[in-house]
C-alpha cells in the first residue's frame, strides 16, 4: 500500500465518525426514535396566509401589504418587476412576520405571509385569531384582500415537538 493510500484511508475514516456522531446527536437531540418520521430541523408556529395577486402588468407600482392580528400590525413594501419562476423574500415592520412573492401561472402572483408565534400566544379563544391582509397599490387601489378567523392545528411529529399552525388562503 501506498503511504498517500493510508492517509486517504485515516481521513475517510476519521470524516465518517465525525458525520456519524453528528447524525447520532441530531436524531438524539430531537428526541427521535428509530423508525420515527421527525419533522424538519426548524418548524415554527403561526398563522400562515396565502394571497393571489394580479399579475404585475395590471397594478401600479409599488405596492403596500398591511397584514394584521389585531391590535397588531405590520407593513412592507413588496418586491417589484419580479421575474417568472422567480422567488422574493421580504420582511415587515414587525420581526416575526415575514413573506415571499411569487409569479405563477398566468403571470398570478402568490403572496405568502408567515406570522410566527411562540406557543404561549395561541389561544382557541383569543380574538387575534382573526387575521386580515390588505395589499395597495401606488395609485391606492386595493390589488388584493384577505381576511378571517383560523383555527391552530397541533402537530407533534417527534416526542417534544410542540407546534401549531393555521392557514388562511384566498
Do not use: K
Not at 404585475?56 to 413594501?77: G, K, M, W, Y
Not at 398570478?108 to 379563544?125: D, F, H, P, T, Y
Request: charged residues 15%; glycine residues 6%.
Amino acid at each position: 500500500m501506498h503511504p498517500w493510500e493510508t492517509i486517504r484511508h485515516r481521513r475517510r475514516r476519521a470524516l465518517s465518525a465525525i458525520v456519524g456522531s453528528i447524525l447520532l446527536t441530531s436524531i438524539a437531540g430531537f428526541g427521535c426514535d428509530r423508525g420515527q418520521s421527525c419533522s424538519a430541523v426548524y418548524a415554527a408556529s403561526g398563522a400562515f396566509l396565502t394571497l393571489h395577486l394580479p399579475p404585475q402588468a395590471d397594478v401600479t407600482q409599488p405596492e403596500t401589504l398591511t397584514v394584521c392580528r389585531e391590535p397588531d400590525c405590520a407593513t412592507a413594501s413588496l418586491p417589484a418587476a419580479l421575474p417568472p419562476t422567480m422567488l422574493a423574500d421580504f420582511v415587515t415592520s414587525r420581526p416575526e412576520v415575514t413573506g415571499t412573492l411569487a409569479v405563477v401561472a398566468g403571470n398570478v402572483r402568490l403572496l405568502n405571509i408567515s406570522w410566527i408565534l411562540q406557543n404561549s400566544e395561541i389561544n382557541s379563544a383569543d380574538p387575534r385569531n382573526d387575521y386580515m391582509v390588505s395589499v395597495t397599490d401606488a395609485a391606492g387601489a386595493t390589488t388584493g384582500q384577505l381576511s378571517g378567523e383560523v383555527t391552530y392545528v397541533h402537530s407533534a411529529d417527534c416526542p417534544g415537538d410542540e407546534i401549531w399552525t393555521a392557514h388562511l388562503s384566498d
